[in-house]
């Protein structure tokens, strides 16, 4: 076991690698970017910015250095100037990027003629001395992710990411867990009642849950249990946010103090709601099938044959090893929870990473989004080896070499 940790634990860190590295191209090379609204505000009289104010903030964002060495200085501080050994300096003339690109308009292919990068202008080249004195994170690998760009500009990274982080593992622990406590007895009774009237209303449930999505689920609880029942006079849930700022009054429960215990209950229903409604619907029907296949073999007629009791041989023989593949869907639903919560966390303007992580992208905000995405990377490759050990855990017959 400690040889099989030691490997993966290698692999996990080439797998975090390469996968940083190409979120980070994807990202920086998208279209659109911080400059994108400097670029139409230059060609509008009305603002007199000059081609040094953009490779001013170019040189702020560091995008006007190359991909390679940006993504270096993100991933490991480094390179902060030219290398010194022994008192002498080494590549300081080395180019590294350009602080203002030569613009050309290019005839494309379906006769539009649009402006392009073409090089670098003159004696705008950016060279490995140009990096003494700015100013630079210590690198993802020692903990540090940078400043903020747009979400809470020039304050750490880690202070953005980790004041939402809880308000999602709120979220995503408790659905999961209700997810789990109905979807595997779902799953068990509609396998052992097979063809049944209950099997039929649980099938035709999760079919109908598994093909929405998860907005619809959404939009529908906040026009029902908000609008509708808030028109009716009846209790109603709260639409949007994890707690109020003033206190309010509902029917029945009379005065709900703004972030009580109360409060943050009702706010945390609709959304706790929708995603435990769309995991059950599909987990139960995995381990229906799942337990279909384990009741077949011939292990579990032997018990039977035994005179084991239904319920034993249910619990003790069939369960146990139908559970098996389902371990690998619970794991894997921890890193995918993240963007099963980026549309829930959206819906109710929920204060969580799931939201954090489309406001980043609406604002260009590269440092938070790359945060949210290495934390899902490593979330990926920890699940992948927690299902591997929970395997032995579940099944005594494998055993990690």
Not at 224 to 244: D, H, M, Q, R, T
Not at 331 to 347: D, L, N
Request: glycine content about 8%; aromatic content about 12%; overall charge positive.
């Amino acid at each position: 076991m400690f040889n099989y940790l030691i490997r993966r634990s290698a692999q996990m860190l080439v797998v975090l690698f390469f996968s940083a590295a190409a979120s980070y191209a994807l990202l920086n090379l998208a279209p659109g970017g911080p400059l994108a609204g400097l670029a139409q505000a230059q060609q509008n009289s009305r603002f007199r910015i000059t081609a040094e104010d953009i490779a001013r903030i170019r040189a702020y964002f560091e995008l006007d250095l190359n991909l390679p060495i940006r993504f270096s200085r993100w991933l490991l501080g480094q390179p902060r100037g030219p290398i010194t050994i022994g008192g002498q300096t080494f590549f300081a003339d080395l180019i590294i990027g350009c602080r203002q690109p030569r613009l050309v308009e290019a005839l494309m292919s379906d006769g539009s003629t649009q402006t392009i990068q073409a090089g670098c202008k003159p004696g705008q080249d950016v060279t490995l001395a140009d990096l003494v004195g700015r100013r630079t994170s210590n690198g993802v690998v020692f903990g540090d992710f940078g400043n903020s760009w747009g979400m809470l500009r020039d304050r750490p990274v880690s202070l953005v990411v980790f004041s939402r982080l809880p308000r999602t593992l709120q979220l995503m622990s408790i659905s999961i867990t209700i997810s789990i406590l109905i979807g595997v007895p779902l799953g068990v009774f509609s396998a052992v009642k097979q063809y049944s009237k209950f099997d039929y209303f649980v099938t035709s449930l999760s079919f109908f849950g598994t093909s929405m999505p998860t907005f619809f689920f959404g939009l529908l609880m906040i026009l029902v249990f908000s609008i509708f029942f808030k028109s009716w006079g009846w209790v109603y849930l709260p639409p949007a946010n994890a707690e109020s700022i003033k206190d309010y009054t509902m029917p029945i429960l009379g005065t709900v103090d703004a972030n009580s215990n109360l409060d943050k209950f009702l706010h945390l229903l609709m959304p706790v709601s929708v995603l435990a409604m769309v995991n059950v619907a599909g987990w139960s029907r995995f381990v229906r099938g799942s337990m279909l296949e384990v009741l077949r073999q011939d292990y579990v007629r032997t018990a039977r044959a035994k005179g084991l009791l239904e319920r034993a041989v249910i619990a003790k023989h069939a369960l146990r090893n139908a559970l098996i593949p389902f371990v690998t869907l619970v794991v894997f639903s921890i890193p995918a929870a993240f963007g099963g919560a980026i549309v829930t966390e959206t819906i109710f303007n929920w204060p969580g990473m799931g939201r954090l992580y489309f406001d980043a992208l609406g604002r260009y905000d590269y440092p938070v989004a790359m945060a949210l995405l290495l934390i899902t990377a490593v979330l990926t490759v920890i699940a992948t080896l927690l299902s591997d050990v929970l395997y032995t855990v579940v099944d005594p017959r494998i055993r990690l070499s």
